[in-house]
């Protein structure tokens, strides 16, 4: 007699997912751990959406995401299912939006965020997510808006304040994020006046 053993084969391979109307949401590939390698997702239109990698049914790699026209709105790489490292974003009509670095899913480092005309919005930098040290704000005409210094996310120390033609219009401190002393304001031949005493109750 002759037995027979049946061993169950997997069979892995492209896969597709669709919205409930029918039409095509993405396809990629398939192992026994899940989602792997690149996976392309389209919106309902059927305009690309996103080509994802991933890597035991984690996003791994870099990954790429698109606006509906199908130009390109952020770049990023993932480790792992978590962001790591340099990502790019970008406006709607193609400028730059920000641009900067993440550790463990955070922002960390110098980041640059952007207006849609191209100039530059704000600068500064994050310690775990939160900003840290000193930071530049800009007007949308290039000129700068204030400056000064955060710590542990909250505005520390001495700020300035600027109008869009460069002069400067306050000045005073921090002490995390809560205004204190004497701040001062600056008329229109750029002398410098007691404004406000945060002291004082």
């Known amino acids: 007699m002759v037995v027979l053993i049946l061993i169950p084969i ?15 949401k993405a396809y990629g590939k398939l192992d026994e751990a899940g989602k792997t390698g690149l996976w392309t997702y389209f919106y309902p239109e059927g305009t690309l959406n996103s080509e994802l990698y991933f890597e035991n049914d984690l996003l791994h790699g870099n990954q790429k995401y698109y606006d509906f026209d199908e130009s390109i709105l952020g770049i990023e790489y993932w480790e792992n299912g978590i962001i790591q490292d340099s990502a790019w974003y970008y406006h709607p009509n193609g400028e730059l939006e920000k641009v900067g670095i993440f550790k463990d899913g955070l922002y960390e480092g110098k980041w640059l965020f952007y207006f849609e005309n191209g100039n530059l919005k704000r600068e500064g930098y994050y310690t775990e997510g939160t900003p840290d040290s000193l930071w ?28 869009e033609e460069g002069n ?4 005073g401190t921090y002490n995390n994020g809560q205004r204190v002393g004497q701040w001062y304001f600056f008329n229109k031949s750029g002398k410098m006046k007691k404004w406000k005493n945060f002291d004082k109750k």
């Open 10 to 24: 997997l069979v892995f391979g492209q896969d597709s997912i669709y919205y409930e109307d029918g039409k095509l």
């Open 136 to 163: 530049h704000f800009y007007h949308e005409n290039g000129a700068l808006y204030q400056k000064g210094s955060f710590q542990r996310g909250n505005e520390h120390g001495v700020w300035h304040y600027f109008d």
């Open 168 to 171: 400067k219009t306050y000045e």
